[in-house]
């Protein structure tokens, strides 16, 4: 179980895959409601199959940690009929401060991890769509987010967009590449990382369009979740 777990979180995680596999990700998590209603089935899948585990052979270790994993994927059953990707933001963090904040981090030591960050680059105002689709069905079904998160979306999104392509998050790991990557080629790829950032901080703006001029009027004014649509359930 442990392994389909493992298998399953590879499957719909770019990040988990490219840990497990060591080949640098190109991609962001799909969010389309397809791809969320496939994880919410497997999800289902792997808690059945858990449940009606044998577990009196397994070890103390073993037995903790089906009872964590059955903890998880039982939260995430349960929370999915709910359709959170309405929402997805809090208070605090947002998909969208997501790909800046991984890039940032990133390390690149060779030109395959510098193309894959470029590629994840260009990946990102696509994300940006999947997830502003899944608020305007928010928007349709009156499954809106409160006013003040949204208020710290909006100053969020205005730290992203930079006019100089050199200062965003996104460049971070470009500033510094290795003498391992020669020289002409940290140039082409320091050229292709900027232009690549120009479009993405482009889709940037134009969410924060729909965030001001469309979600924002839509925004609830109570703070708790009894006021969603099945909140009090």
């Known amino acids: 179980i442990i392994e389909r777990y493992d298998a399953h979180q590879s499957a719909f995680s770019p990040d988990v895959a490219a840990r497990q596999t060591r080949v640098p990700s190109t991609t962001w998590s799909d969010v389309s409601p397809e791809t969320l ?22 070890s103390e270790d073993e037995l903790i940690s089906a ?20 929402i997805p933001f809090t208070g605090d963090w947002g998909f969208y ?25 260009e990946a990102v105002p696509a994300y940006l769509e999947a997830n502003r689709l899944n608020m305007r069905r928010g928007i349709e079904t009156g499954f809106m987010a409160h006013k003040d998160p949204v208020a710290t979306m909006i100053e969020q999104l205005g730290e992203i967009i930079v006019d100089d392509p050199t200062e965003s998050q996104f460049y971070t790991p470009f500033k510094s590449l290795t003498n391992s990557i020669p020289e002409t080629e940290q140039v082409r790829l320091q050229e292709e990382a900027k232009a690549a950032i120009r479009v993405t901080i482009a889709a940037y703006e134009d969410f924060l369009r729909f965030v001001t001029l469309d979600y924002t009027p839509n925004v609830r004014d109570g703070a708790g979740i009894a006021d969603l649509p099945q909140g009090k359930e």
């Open 37 to 58: 209603s496939r994880k919410a089935a497997a999800e289902q899948a792997l808690l059945t199959d858990l449940r009606a585990m044998d577990r009196g052979t397994l």
């Open 97 to 121: 401060s997501l790909p800046g904040f991984t890039l940032s981090r990133a390390r690149i030591r060779t030109v395959e991890q510098a193309e894959a960050a470029i590629a994840r680059i």
């Open 67 to 86: 009872q964590i994993l059955e903890r998880i994927l039982a939260d995430r059953v349960e929370r999915a009929p709910f359709d959170e990707a309405r």
